[in-house]
C-alpha cells in the first residue's frame, strides 16, 4: 500500500536557525509531490512541487528551498528561519484514485512556530 | 488555473443534509472539480472528484451542472464528526499543481 511519512510532528526553532523538514512515500515511484504552507486560519499555499528526482518548482519567492534527492524523497529546508515561517506545513504526493482520476494524499503535517 | 468561489463558513444540526456550492466560472475544459475535506492539525483528505452530471460515494455526492460553472458537494445526513474545512479546486486531472482558496468552515451542532 502506499503511504506518505513526514516528520517532525512539531517543531520550535529560533529565529536565524536552519530547517529541514522532510517527507518521503511508500508504495509508488516517480510520484509527484508538493510542500504546501497553513498559516493561521486558513488556506492552504502551495510552496514547491516536484515531477522527478532533482525537479524543483517555486511557486513564490520566500525564505525556504526544496530538494528532492530520492525519487521518493523530498526535503524543505531554509538556511535561516524567520518568524514569519511559522506555520503548518504538509508534504502532498498524488496518487491514483479511479481510472482517470488522480487525487493528493497530504502527510500529517509539520506544526513550526519560529520564536 | 481556475478560481474557486465558496462560502466562507455554514452551520447545520446532526441529521441533516448539508450542501456546500461552489462557483468556477472560468473553468477549462481539461479541468476536474475535487473536493478535500480538512480536520485541524491534519492535512486535507480527498472526499469526492467530478467532471460532469453527479458523482456519488461512500462520503457524499458531487452535482456539476451542464455549464460546469458550478458544483455542489452533499453530504448526507452529517454528524458532529463532519466538522470540518471544505476545500474546492478546479484544475487538470495530469499532474502539476493543486491550488487551495479558503475553504468553507463546516460547524455541525448537537
Known amino acids: 500500500s502506499q503511504t506518505i511519512h513526514q516528520w517532525p510532528a512539531t517543531l520550535v526553532q529560533p529565529v536565524g536557525s536552519p530547517l529541514s523538514l522532510e517527507c518521503t512515500v511508500e508504495?509508488?515511484?516517480?510520484?509527484?509531490l508538493y510542500w504546501y504552507r497553513q498559516a493561521a486560519g486558513r488556506g492552504l499555499q502551495l510552496l514547491f512541487y516536484s515531477v522527478g528526482i532533482g525537479q524543483i518548482s517555486s511557486e513564490v519567492p520566500q525564505n525556504l528551498s526544496a530538494s528532492r534527492p530520492q525519487d521518493r524523497q523530498f526535503i524543505l529546508s531554509s538556511k535561516k528561519l524567520l518568524l514569519s515561517d511559522s506555520g503548518f506545513y504538509l508534504c502532498a504526493w498524488r496518487e491514483w484514485v479511479s481510472e482517470g482520476l488522480y487525487g493528493y494524499t497530504f502527510g500529517s503535517g509539520t506544526r513550526l512556530t519560529v520564536v | 488555473l481556475a478560481k474557486t468561489t465558496q462560502p466562507i463558513s455554514m452551520d447545520s444540526y446532526e441529521g441533516q443534509e448539508v450542501n456546500i456550492t461552489c462557483s468556477h466560472n472560468?473553468?477549462?475544459?481539461?479541468?476536474?472539480i475535487t473536493w478535500y475535506q480538512q480536520f485541524p492539525s491534519q492535512g486535507p483528505r480527498f472526499i469526492i472528484q467530478?467532471?460532469?452530471t453527479k458523482v456519488t460515494n461512500e462520503v457524499a455526492s458531487l452535482f456539476i451542472p451542464a455549464d460546469r460553472k458550478s458544483s455542489t458537494l452533499s453530504l448526507p445526513r452529517v454528524s458532529l464528526s463532519d466538522t470540518a474545512v471544505y476545500y474546492c479546486?478546479?484544475?487538470?486531472?495530469?499532474?502539476?499543481?493543486?491550488?487551495f482558496g479558503q475553504g468553507t468552515e463546516l460547524s455541525v451542532k448537537p
Open positions: 467530478g467532471y460532469k
Open positions: 479546486l478546479v484544475g487538470e486531472n495530469q499532474g502539476g499543481k493543486l491550488i
Open positions: 508504495g509508488t515511484s516517480n510520484p509527484n
Open positions: 472560468n473553468i477549462a475544459t481539461n479541468d476536474y
